[in-house]
């Protein structure tokens, strides 16, 4: 510290230049220059003040507590001298009521008839009177109790006493009292304020006395106390709160400043004796410091014995003592002011009289049995010893103060004085080697008197410690104090001799010695009724013996070693002395080596591993010696001993024991094992220490199991999965890790303490670990399309052991597992394009995982509800959708394929799903054909060339039909209920039979539409309407009719819309064409009509449903009339569109004719009154258009031929009448 | 049915497919997945349900000539003078154009113009008998076979009523009335520029390729022409990454193909190919060339060869 750095501005500043150089660091005072300090050349006063200064603020708060200290007692002192002189006076004044009573008795033994009512009263007072509360203490604070009123009888006028009013003082507690009178009332009142008591009335002879009843009476006195406890506190008033601050006021003015003014003065004195009385020589200066010193101690005797001026004579006589005896400390030690000379002789005598000085100095300040002013003495006595230093044996006068002040602290029991004089007497020595070594202290800065210094230090240390120990305490405060005292002590100690040490590393002896005599004293047979020293000396000397360990072996391995030895012979100590102390110290020096092994040694096992592969030996036996004592600490000692190990603390330091032991074993394992190799020991250890937890039930072994779990994890994770090397052509990542996991498999059941809580948890956990490390360990080693299929195959193998084990959680983790395989395999193994001998991986792959994935769904175990509703379908499902997204994949060069594969692929899960009779591998098959139909619209269609006709369009799609007839043959033959369920389930009727067969008669009618020429479309399509009613015929199916009636239905819009209306306006001119088209349509519908005959009258009509459902059901009914209105309309339109003007009504009247005929033959009344109705059309147009817009000649072949046409039709009915009315 | 004969249709259908699978496979020509089935479907409908209406609501052929007059006489209003050059050319298309139309099933008075615009690709036609070429288009060209495909298309648009009916529909849509030619003429140039329904240009393609022929050109005349649009227009092939990805382009391609006029190049060339085959017209190759001579007299185009 420089000076230079401080704000020094208010200094004046001729001061400044040498307070730098004093102060500076670099200026460090020699030896010589501390003579030549003494030789003349006063100390700076500035440098004085800032020391004086120092020492008071280091003592101040000594000083402070030891004051308010002695405040407490000559305060609790003068309470239970006032309480006393308050009982005294109750005393007094009993009697006084007493002797008044006896004076009112024997006037009224004159009255005589009164007797009986006398002695009532006296009974009264006698009971009245003790129940009175005790006088109050503070008479000028207490509230005026209330009088006693004693009410004379009224019968008994021979009493003639005066009413008197005894106010007897309460206790200073019960100051905030509340009358009776505010407490029926609800009123609280301080006691100053409250109304006065009742009075206790004494009987007045004059009046006839009214008896009080002793019940009423002990309620007036017992519940008013009572009740002031029921009132808080009232707060200090202004006037208490003016007192506090004027007792403090007067503390400091009457007190301390008068103290700190005779230090002052002391302190001047004795500069002016060092400094300024050079000139009258050495004698002078001593006789005017003795006279000094004698004036002010006289004085202060004389002061002394005047009460007035007794608080100021105290601080003189302290002042005065410490004046004497630093004058015959100068006699000899200081130059300034020696008088003897130099030598052995003349140092032993002002020893002696020093000695002398101080005996004599704390025999008569002990008169004053004041610790303050024997204290105040002993700080002047110090501070001149502090001035004046000059060598080593100046401070010797220190040893003589601090025996006299030990045997005064022993006399008196002011042990608080003890601490003071540590201070003073370390600090003095601490001063006097600033001034010697320098700031930095002795280390590269050795000394000539530093052995006699090392000497006076432990003479220092020697005499408290003797102090310490040999006094008799009475109080646990005094106890408190004295192992404050005793700690001071031990580190001042350490402190002086660490700063004044030249060879720091020789520090180690010091603490081996400091501490075994600090433990050795702690043993002694005195301090047996002593346990807080005995605890306090024990376990300094213990640490300071520890400490010498690292002191000497700075941060070197061997430090922990030596430590777990003295923490296991403090351990064993404590067991065979049954001393809780030695075993704590043993629990706690183990903690202390886990915390070096963690903070030192473990670091050091870093930094070495670091740097190379190899076993780190030493490291190594360290930790695994460590880990042994610890875990036998834990499962040993506090096993054998366990009635030692009982309290809460010590189990809490077991356990800490076991997780240092887990610590240290995690460390041996990773100076043991390097690479590879270290997660395999992690999980080694995991074992292990799983074992022992379930052997001695230890759940904290378990969490460090746990955490071995997860450090074995982070290895494999962070080094195992990156290794390459092979172990004989194996990779060593898969031996690794698979032992791994076997490990964690194996444990998962026996990880935690048997009935533990989290114990299926844990077992989850760790075989999901193990799992998980097993997944990851294949993505490692192929990580290309066959992963799925590893991984699935895993999950199978999951699921097997599970089924045969009924071990949960692997089935969860099977479901994990195949949940990313499918992740796997949308996201990867779909776009992959390696081959495997020439074979798709993709195909390979997915496929295998396909099959998995079927076996899963029939395997993998599941709750029974889950199974019910076909949760582990998820898995055929899966299977089936990654079967079809394969085709997709693999069907890619030829893209009209996918469909025909899709619907083999259906076809054979329909089949599959009959033979197992699954629902779902049928609903399966639902989807896939469905999606197969849909794909033709976009790649099946519309391939091939023009003009191909047995192309791809064909050898795809009819494929498909058949597969869809198939299918829906399969369905029709048995009923299924799954099927039906579905739909009741979905609320939507999903007749699946009917798609299916709806799927392949609208593929077929696609493939129509598009293979054949637009123009026959409409043909193909009545040709198909005819098929249709036939093949319902055949298998008596309603679904075909219902499509034949349908596409009779497209028949009719086609024809119209496209062939009669929508062809090209110019290529229906020649007859050929349309009509042949048209005309095979109609001739495939009308040749349906056989079909339909026999067809029709199976369905009944819904006459309930609504009308559309009633149209259908009616059409359904009567298949022909479709078919017949259909090939009719179609030929009335055609002739309509296509004939010329004239002959458009002959061939209505022909077509009416032929309409005739046939509804004759087939006995229809419909058809008939159709062709009826065509001849009356035709009869119409001729009328209304023929005759008027036709030519001649066109005009009178249209009437002949109508004509001719009505007149057979005549005939006909004319014939057949008797027929046709039976059709009717 | 027994289990048997269930078992050995079902093997029977499996082999069939397989079969057809492995035919699939063996097909060398790589068929490409495309909503065109979808497509010509929806067009077919359309077509059919629109054209009874069209043919109850028809106008007779002078009203219809009088309306193209009044139409072409306000367009070619608009068109700048043509140079000799161009009005050589432009009499070159009249006598092609002239050739074919004589086959035409309407005898209407066709007439064929030149526009003088080289970006102009395009060729179009109105009612009662006008066709308009764009130089553009002629600069295409190689053959006069051609330019005859072209000729006979817009000479079908009108022959088979499907300028007129467009105006029928425009008419029937904005509330025009068909009597009043006036306030046809609101309606741009633009609007016949820009093509028919898929299905008309499907048959003006196939009968304008039948009165090429039967005007003596060759039908691959058309074929090149379509080769060459093929050439200027990118289609769009689905090559899908994945099914949902081909879903997706499937269901753009409808939504466009659907809201396109004129059909896909690709179409139009399968749609030659096929007539050429069912007509038997392959051995129509050869083609004439493309030839316009005149004569230039005080910066006029006296004769045209």
């Keep these: ?1224 | 049915m027994k289990r048997s004969v269930v078992f050995v249709v079902f093997f029977l259908i499996l082999g069939t497919a397989l079969a057809g699978i492995f035919w699939s496979a063996r097909r060398t020509k790589t068929t490409h997945v495309s909503s065109n089935a979808i497509l010509q479907m929806t067009a077919d409908t359309q077509r059919d349900i629109t054209r009874a209406p069209m043919q109850m609501t028809r106008i007779s052929d002078p009203r219809e000539i009088a309306i193209g007059n009044d139409l072409a006489q306000r367009y070619t209003s608009q068109i700048q003078e043509l140079t000799p050059e161009e009005a050589a050319t432009e009499a070159y298309v009249q006598r092609v154009g002239g050739a074919l139309s004589l086959r035409a099933h309407r005898q209407l008075p066709y007439r064929f113009h030149l526009i003088a615009d080289r970006n102009l690709i395009n060729a179009f036609s109105l009612p009662g008998g006008h066709v308009f070429v764009g130089e553009g288009m002629l600069n295409l060209m190689e053959t006069e076979d051609e330019l005859a495909s072209v000729l006979g298309h817009e000479i079908e648009h009108i022959d088979h009523y499907h300028c007129v009916e467009r105006v029928q529909l425009e008419a029937k849509l904005k509330g025009l009335n068909l009597e009043i030619v006036g306030e046809l003429l609101q309606i741009p140039m633009e609007f016949w520029e820009a093509g028919y329904q898929k299905d008309e240009e499907f048959e003006a393609d196939r009968e304008g390729m039948r009165l090429e022929v039967s005007a003596g050109y060759s039908p691959f005349g058309a074929v090149k022409m379509f080769e060459r649009f093929a050439g200027l227009c990118n289609e769009e092939t689905i090559t899908a990454a994945d099914p949902a990805d081909e879903l997706s382009q499937l269901a753009e391609q409808s939504l466009t193909g659907y809201f396109r006029s004129h059909p896909l190049p690709s179409e139009r060339l399968a749609q030659a190919r096929t007539l050429i085959a069912q007509e038997h017209w392959e051995d129509r190759k050869a083609q004439r060339s493309f030839h316009v001579e005149y004569e230039v007299h005080n910066g006029k185009a006296v004769k045209s060869h």
Excluded at chain 1, 764 to 772: D, K, N, Q, R
Excluded at chain 1, 1065 to 1081: E, K, S
């Design chain 1, 1 to 1224: 510290l420089k000076l230079s750095d401080l704000d020094v501005g208010w200094l004046p500043q001729r001061w400044w230049p040498e307070q730098n150089a004093s102060f500076g660091a670099g200026d460090v005072l020699t030896l010589e220059s501390s003579n030549r300090y003494s030789q003349g050349k006063p100390m700076p006063f500035e440098v004085l003040l800032l020391v004086m200064l120092g020492v008071l603020v280091v003592a101040a708060p000594f000083l402070a507590i030891s004051a308010l200290v002695r405040h407490g007692r000559l305060r609790k002192e003068f309470e239970i001298f006032k309480a006393d002189r308050t009982k005294q006076h109750g005393e007094a004044l009993r009697q006084i009521a007493e002797l008044k009573a006896r004076i009112a008795e024997a006037r009224a033994g004159h009255v005589g008839a009164e007797g009986e009512v006398k002695s009532t009263d006296a009974e009264v007072r006698k009971e009245t009177i003790p129940l009175m509360p005790a006088p109050r203490p503070n008479i000028e604070r207490a509230a005026a109790p209330p009088p006693i009123r004693t009410t004379p009888p009224a019968a008994s006028p021979s009493t003639p006493i005066t009413e008197k009013k005894i106010e007897p003082t309460l206790p200073a507690e019960q100051t905030p009292i509340i009358s009776p009178a505010a407490k029926s009332d609800g009123e609280v009142k301080p006691a100053e304020a409250r109304p006065k008591y009742p009075p206790v009335t004494i009987p007045n002879p004059a009046s006839p006395p009214t008896p009080i009843p002793l019940a009423a009476g002990a309620r007036v006195w017992t519940s008013a106390p009572t009740s002031a406890f029921r009132v808080a506190a009232p707060k200090p008033t202004f006037q208490e709160r003016m007192k506090t601050v004027s007792t403090i006021e007067e503390l400091l003015g009457a007190n301390w400043i008068q103290k700190i003014g005779i230090i002052l003065l002391v302190v001047g004195l004795a500069m002016f004796g060092v400094v300024e009385l050079g000139s009258i020589g050495a004698a002078g200066k001593a006789a005017v410091s003795f006279m000094a010193s004698i004036f002010l101690l006289g004085g202060g005797i004389y002061l002394e014995r005047r009460d007035r001026y007794r608080i100021v004579g105290r601080p003189c006589i302290g002042g005065g003592w410490a004046l004497l005896f630093f004058s015959t400390f100068g006699l000899y030690h200081v130059e300034a002011m020696r008088v003897f000379r130099l030598g052995a002789v003349n140092l032993t005598i002002d020893c002696v009289l020093m000695l002398i000085v101080a005996v004599a100095m704390a025999v008569h300040t002990l008169r004053y049995r004041s610790q303050l002013v024997t204290g105040l003495a002993f700080l002047l006595g110090f501070t001149t010893v502090a001035l004046s230093q000059d060598t080593v044996y100046s401070l010797s006068a220190g040893i003589f103060l601090a025996i006299g002040l030990v045997v005064i602290v022993q006399k008196m029991g002011w042990f608080e004085l003890e601490v003071f004089g540590i201070l003073s007497s370390y600090l003095n020595h601490l001063y006097w080697l600033y001034r010697v070594i320098g700031i930095n202290g002795g280390e590269g800065h050795p000394f000539a008197a530093y052995h006699a210094s090392v000497a006076m230090l432990f003479f220092y240390w020697l005499v408290f410690r003797v102090s310490y120990v040999m006094r008799k305490v009475k109080s646990n405060f005094e106890e408190h104090i004295s192992t404050t005292a005793a700690i001071l002590n031990m580190f001042l100690l350490l402190g002086v001799m660490k700063f004044q040490s030249v060879q720091p590393k020789l520090a180690y002896i010091a603490l081996l010695v400091l501490g075994a005599l600090e433990f050795g004293f702690g043993q002694l047979p005195i301090l047996k009724r002593r346990r807080e020293a005995f605890v306090v000396l024990t376990v300094a000397g213990a640490a300071l013996m520890l400490a010498a360990a690292p002191a000497h072996y700075a941060y070197k391995d061997i430090v922990p070693l030596l430590w777990l030895v003295a923490a296991e012979v403090f351990l064993a100590a404590g067991i065979a002395a049954k001393e809780v102390v030695f075993r704590r110290l043993g629990l706690c020096t183990g903690l202390l080596v886990a915390v070096y092994l963690a903070g030192v040694n473990f670091p050091h096992l870093l930094t070495a591993r670091d740097s190379g592969d190899q076993i780190i030996l030493d490291s190594g036996v360290f930790f695994s010696v460590s880990a042994i004592v610890f875990y036998l600490n834990v499962l040993g000692i506090a096993t054998r001993w366990k009635e030692f190990f009982d309290g809460s603390l010590d189990r809490r330091i077991l356990i800490c024991h076991s997780y240092a032991g887990a610590f240290a074993i995690g460390a041996a394992v990773w100076a043991w094992c390097s690479n590879a190799w270290t997660a395999i020991a992690f999980a080694g250890v995991m074992l292990v220490l799983a074992g022992i937890c379930r052997r001695w039930n230890l759940p904290h072994v378990s969490y460090q199991g746990n955490l071995f779990a997860i450090a074995a994890i982070v290895r494999l994770a962070t080094f195992n999965y990156d290794l390459t090397k092979e172990y004989g052509h194996i990779s060593l990542r898969i031996i690794t890790v698979s032992i791994v996991a076997a490990c964690f498999y194996g444990i998962s059941r026996r990880v935690t303490v048997r009935e533990a809580g989290h114990a299926l948890a844990s077992a989850y956990l760790h075989t999901t670990a193990a799992t998980t490390l097993l997944a990851v360990l294949m993505w490692y080693e192929a990580n290309t399309g066959w992963l799925a299929a590893l991984w699935a195959t895993f999950a199978l193998v999951l699921a097997l052991i599970d089924r045969r084990f009924e071990l949960d959680e692997l089935r969860w983790q099977a479901h994990a597992l195949s949940a990313l395989v499918l992740a796997r395999c949308v996201r990867v193994n779909l776009y992959a394009q390696e081959t495997w001998h020439g074979i798709s991986v993709r195909l390979i792959s997915l496929a295998i995982v396909a099959v998995i994935f079927y076996a899963m769904s029939r395997i993998v175990r599941m709750p029974e509800e889950w199974r019910e509703r076909d949760f582990h379908h998820i898995y055929s499902w899966s299977a089936s959708g990654l079967i079809s997204l394969l085709i997709w994949y693999e069907l890619q060069a030829q893209p009209m394929s996918i469909a025909v594969a899709w619907a083999v692929f259906g076809l054979v899960l329909f089949e599959y799903g009959m033979l197992r009779k699954v629902a779902q591998f049928r609903f399966q098959s639902y989807v896939v054909l469905v999606a197969a139909f849909a794909r033709i619209f976009f790649a099946n269609l519309t391939v091939g060339e023009p003009g191909e006709v047995l192309g791809p369009r064909i050898y795809t799609i009819v494929p498909m039909i058949l597969i869809f007839y198939f299918v829906y043959a399969q369905l029709s033959m048995e009923e299924f209920p799954e099927e039906r369920k579905i739909g009741a389930a979905s609320g939507i009727s999903l007749p699946f039979k009917s798609i299916l067969a709806y799927l392949g008669t609208a593929t077929l009618t696609a493939l129509l539409y598009f293979q054949i020429s637009q123009e026959w479309v409409v043909t193909s399509y009545a040709a198909l309407s005819f098929a249709l009613m036939g093949v319902s015929l055949a298998l008596n199916r309603r679904i075909f009719l219902h499509q034949a009636l349908l596409l009779s239905v497209g028949v009719l819009a086609r024809g119209m819309a496209h062939n009669i209306f929508g062809a090209s306006y110019f290529t229906g001119g020649d007859w050929l064409r349309p009509y042949l088209i048209l005309g095979c349509a109609e001739t495939s519908l009308l040749a349906s009509l056989f079909f339909a005959y026999r067809l029709r009258n199976q369905q009944e009509v819904r006459w309930d449903a609504n009308l559309f459902q009633t149209a259908l059901s009616y059409v359904a009914r009567r298949p022909e009339q479709m078919q017949f209105f259909v090939a009719f309309l179609l030929l009335t339109f055609m002739l309509a569109k296509k004939m010329p003007g004239g002959l458009l009504t002959i061939s209505w009247g022909v077509e009416g004719v032929l309409i005739f005929l046939f509804a004759l033959a087939l006995q229809e009344r419909s058809f008939r009154l159709t062709g009826l109705g065509m001849l009356l059309l035709c009869v119409g147009k001729v009328l209304a258009m023929d005759v008027w817009g036709l030519q001649t000649r066109d005009r009178y072949l249209t009437l002949i031929l109508v004509g001719s046409a009505l007149i057979g039709v005549s005939v006909l009915y004319n014939r057949y009448r008797e027929s046709i009315r039976q059709y009717l």
